[in-house]
């Protein structure tokens, strides 16, 4: 596609439930991003992969959390046993590699923990 | 560790004035400066970026941007803004990293 795909774009989950957020990349982006965007704030770093290594999941909040990109494509943010506090946008971004390179979100994954 | 810091909240403006959104910035290296802007119930999308080069750098939807690397600053500017500019703002910084770092954002609110 044109853009940096990301399902759903709503979920709500009910505290306690494993939920999975789908990301599909610009063809070509060798490094895919996920960030974690709170109501009225800016987005913070969640983890990092260049195809499918994951090289960077320093932002990552809990061992509830998981990515993965097993064919470096499409990647996948899990989250396990939901909490109230994991109530937010999930951006998934990608770029070409190297430092200079435009980062291009998706829309993002808004989750909804009640 | 890199940072950026935009210290307006946010910028009320009439309809046909100029906007200037602040930016500033701290790096260890070479800084790679972007702006983005995020409409509501919607993503980030990408408005311009300082690489290298000429200070001034042009963007989408009119936005320009100056950096100025004794001040550490990559103000955003447009010189006659819309209502349709009404939105959430962000600048971010990459270092020799590879990931941004955002700003808390500045929400614009151009009035008719």
């Known amino acids: 596609g044109a853009g940096v795909s990301q399902s759903p774009r709503y979920k709500v989950a009910k505290r306690g439930q494993d939920v999975a957020l789908r990301c599909d990349p610009i063809?070509?982006?060798?490094?895919l991003f996920w960030y974690q965007q709170a109501l009225g704030q800016g987005p913070e770093f969640l983890t990092y992969f260049q195809n499918e290594a994951q090289l960077d999941k320093s932002g990552l909040p809990s061992d509830r959390f998981f990515a993965e990109r097993p064919e470096g494509s499409v990647s996948t943010l899990k989250i396990q046993r939901t909490q109230q506090e994991d109530s937010a946008v999930y951006l998934c971004?990608?770029?070409?590699?190297?430092?200079?390179?435009?980062?291009?979100f998706g829309e993002g994954s808004w989750l909804t923990v009640v | 560790a890199q940072s950026v810091a935009q210290p307006e909240d946010q910028v009320n403006v009439a309809e046909g004035n100029p906007l200037t959104v602040k930016c500033t910035y701290s790096?260890?290296?070479?800084?790679?400066l972007f702006w983005y802007v995020q409409y509501p119930n919607r993503g980030l999308q990408f408005l311009l970026k300082y690489i290298t080069g000429d200070n001034l750098v042009k963007g989408s939807y009119g936005f320009e941007a100056e950096f100025n690397k004794s001040q550490t600053s990559f103000h955003l500017k447009k010189p006659s803004a819309l209502v349709s500019d009404s939105a959430l703002y962000f600048c971010a910084v990459r270092d020799i990293d590879y990931k941004l770092s955002f700003g808390a954002g500045t929400t614009v609110t151009v009035r008719a």
């Open positions: 790096v260890s290296g070479n800084p790679y």
């Open positions: 063809s070509g982006h060798v490094s």
């Open positions: 971004a990608s770029s070409f590699r190297g430092t200079g390179n435009t980062i291009y």
